[in-house]
């Protein structure tokens, strides 16, 4: 009995060190995320191309301790979906790679680099979810907080300089090798922080909303984060959305604020809600009032850039903006009856395509889909396009089912609020073709699928522990 006690006692510390690795590894997937742009523009511009991949060896890193610490979830429904829908996509790429368009330079490297961008940070998220606590989610947070202050600098250098400067198109001398941003206005350009393309800009930006907001309306005593810390990163969190000149960034920041709505309702105490709505509310005024009077160049550059898209949109888009974000939930149907069903090919319909000029028919991939469900029917074919469309839905909303329950049992309101930024991009953003919003989106999902037990305190989780190391005949040890 003694003996097979400490034998629990042992599984339980190796199972742990083992989770403690895979988190660790998890975290510097996290930090290489938002640090591969300075990898790739300033410090190996010659090799950008492989650097898109830096991130791919430390997964399967987290892969294989998983495996060997047994940390595997249990198989859930959506996650054996994602499974079922990778190895069809294997198959599929086999049948694309003996019959696919003979115009291709590089079929098999499109293959290999679609089913990446679909399929392999689908297991990672569950797997986050699985072995990730209260203190590894608070690290995530912390690292993002202090980052931010940094990265808010560096965004008002890349407003003001001109737009062929070092800062803001790396340091590369050849024009290939360069990272040129979309324009703002005819002076400036939209800041791209340290990535290569104000996408994941955004990314970076609109999460760091969501775990300010989370933060602001957790008690005092709740938080993690002390006031003074709180405070700055939140200036330096709306200076980075103030000089974004996003569009996106600023209705996705919207929809944020809307789920901190949402999770200050859920709290237990009514007190706690009227306190986090107040709260809330004093935090829209402040930082209306704070971008208007000290970064009035970005407003008017911003405003500039909102009414000739609108206008521009409007002749296109009913609702101009609002048309054109609701239009990737039915742009992929005009493309059901005339794509082949096996597609044109995984990966064509993803940036690197258009990178390397490949075409469909003599079209860029990107005319063809521009949206994201439509690319999935361009790579995948109706069939399988379809299948991960509606593995998306459902993905969606279960991940929202889960951030709501938790906010629910355990009050933690981190999860519900990364949702909210995480939602729309999970249901139809750009997440299988543009490869930081694909980082972002399944890490993310990652931390919001981390359990209401596992958001619970160390002592917790603690006793938890003692309870399985206790024997269970404990008279028979006296």
Same mark, same amino acid.
């Given at each position: 009995?003694?003996?097979?006690?400490?034998?629990?006692?042992?599984?339980?510390?190796?199972?742990?060190?083992?989770?403690?690795?895979?988190?660790?590894?998890?975290?510097a997937?996290?930090?290489?995320?938002?640090?591969?742009?300075?990898?790739?523009?300033?410090?190996?511009?010659?090799?950008?191309?492989?650097?898109?991949?830096?991130?791919?060896?430390?997964?399967?890193?987290a892969?294989?301790?998983?495996f060997?610490?047994?940390?595997?979830?249990?198989?859930?429904?959506?996650?054996v979906?994602?499974?079922?829908?990778?190895?069809?996509?294997?198959?599929?790429?086999?049948?694309?790679?003996?019959v696919g368009?003979?115009?291709?330079?590089?079929?098999? +490297?499109?293959?290999?680099?679609?089913?990446?961008?679909?399929?392999?940070?689908?297991?990672?998220?569950? +797997?986050?979810?699985?072995?990730?606590?209260?203190? %590894?989610?608070?690290?995530?947070?912390?690292?993002?907080?202090w +980052?931010?202050?940094?990265?808010?600098?560096?965004?008002?250098?890349?407003?003001?300089?001109?737009?062929?400067?070092?800062?803001n198109?790396?340091?590369?001398?050849?024009?290939?090798?360069?990272?040129?941003?979309?324009?703002?206005?005819?002076?400036?350009?939209?800041?791209?922080?340290?990535?290569?393309? %104000?996408?994941g800009?955004?990314?970076?930006?609109?999460?760091?909303?969501?775990?300010?907001?989370?933060?602001?309306?957790?008690?005092?005593?709740?938080?993690f984060?002390?006031?003074?810390?709180?405070?700055?990163?939140?200036i330096?969190?709306?200076?980075?959305?103030?000089?974004?000149?996003?569009?996106?960034?600023?209705?996705q920041?919207?929809?944020?604020?809307?789920?901190?709505?949402?999770?200050a309702?859920? #709290?237990?105490?009514?007190?706690?809600?009227?306190?986090?709505l107040?709260?809330?509310?004093?935090?829209?005024?402040?930082?209306?009032?704070?971008?208007?009077?000290?970064?009035?160049?970005?407003y008017?550059?911003?405003?500039?850039?909102?009414?000739?898209a609108?206008?521009?949109?409007?002749?296109i888009?009913?609702?101009?903006?609002?048309?054109?974000?609701?239009?990737?939930?039915?742009?992929?149907?005009?493309?059901?009856? %005339?794509?082949?069903?096996?597609g044109y090919?995984?990966?064509?319909?993803?940036?690197?395509?258009?990178? #390397?000029?490949?075409?469909?028919g003599?079209?860029?991939?990107?005319?063809?889909?521009?949206? %994201?469900?439509?690319?999935?029917?361009?790579?995948?074919?109706?069939?399988?396009?379809?299948?991960?469309?509606?593995?998306?839905?459902?993905?969606?909303?279960?991940?929202?089912?889960?951030a709501?329950?938790?906010?629910?049992?355990?009050?933690?309101m #981190?999860?519900?609020?990364?949702?909210?930024?995480l939602?729309l991009? +999970?249901?139809?953003?750009?997440?299988?073709g543009?490869?930081?919003?694909?980082?972002?989106?399944?890490l993310?999902?990652?931390?919001?699928l981390?359990?209401?037990?596992?958001?619970?305190a160390?002592?917790?989780?603690?006793?938890?522990?003692?309870?399985?190391?206790a024997?269970?005949?404990?008279?028979?040890?006296r």
């Amino acid at each position: 009995m003694i003996l097979g006690h400490d034998t629990v006692g042992t599984n339980v510390t190796t199972g742990d060190a083992r989770r403690r690795q895979v988190v660790a590894v998890v975290t510097a997937i996290y930090v290489l995320l938002i640090f591969e742009g300075v990898l790739r523009k300033w410090l190996l511009p010659g090799f950008s191309q492989a650097l898109f991949f830096v991130r791919d060896p430390l997964v399967l890193v987290a892969y294989a301790l998983a495996f060997a610490g047994s940390l595997w979830p249990p198989p859930r429904t959506l996650f054996v979906a994602g499974i079922a829908l990778g190895i069809a996509a294997l198959a599929l790429a086999m049948v694309q790679f003996v019959v696919g368009p003979a115009s291709i330079a590089n079929p098999l +490297l499109f293959e290999a680099y679609g089913w990446r961008n679909y399929f392999f940070y689908i297991p990672l998220a569950f +797997l986050i979810g699985s072995v990730f606590y209260k203190e %590894d989610v608070e690290r995530i947070v912390r690292i993002t907080l202090w +980052l931010v202050l940094p990265i808010a600098v560096l965004v008002a250098f890349q407003f003001y300089a001109s737009i062929d400067s070092v800062v803001n198109i790396g340091s590369a001398d050849d024009p290939t090798q360069q990272f040129r941003g979309l324009g703002l206005t005819e002076d400036h350009v939209r800041p791209m922080g340290l990535f290569t393309s %104000d996408a994941g800009q955004k990314e970076f930006t609109v999460s760091c909303v969501a775990m300010l907001l989370a933060l602001w309306i957790t008690p005092t005593s709740g938080r993690f984060i002390r006031l003074p810390l709180l405070v700055v990163a939140s200036i330096a969190a709306l200076t980075c959305l103030a000089f974004s000149g996003s569009r996106g960034a600023l209705m996705q920041s919207g929809v944020v604020f809307v789920g901190a709505v949402v999770a200050a309702l859920q #709290m237990r105490a009514r007190h706690g809600s009227l306190r986090g709505l107040l709260v809330l509310g004093g935090l829209g005024l402040a930082a209306a009032a704070i971008v208007v009077v000290a970064f009035g160049d970005a407003y008017m550059a911003f405003l500039t850039r909102w009414n000739s898209a609108f206008d521009f949109e409007s002749q296109i888009f009913t609702g101009g903006i609002f048309g054109r974000a609701l239009f990737g939930l039915v742009d992929f149907m005009r493309l059901m009856g %005339d794509t082949p069903i096996i597609g044109y090919g995984l990966g064509l319909g993803g940036n690197a395509s258009t990178l #390397m000029g490949e075409h469909i028919g003599g079209v860029a991939p990107v005319s063809i889909a521009e949206t %994201d469900w439509a690319r999935h029917v361009v790579d995948l074919g109706p069939v399988l396009g379809a299948l991960f469309i509606c593995f998306r839905i459902a993905l969606v909303g279960w991940v929202g089912s889960v951030a709501l329950r938790t906010a629910r049992l355990s009050g933690e309101m #981190m999860p519900l609020l990364l949702f909210a930024f995480l939602g729309l991009e +999970l249901l139809y953003g750009q997440i299988t073709g543009q490869g930081t919003i694909n980082g972002y989106g399944w890490l993310f999902t990652g931390f919001c699928l981390v359990s209401p037990r596992n958001l619970g305190a160390a002592s917790d989780r603690e006793g938890a522990v003692a309870t399985v190391n206790a024997p269970r005949f404990p008279h028979l040890l006296r």
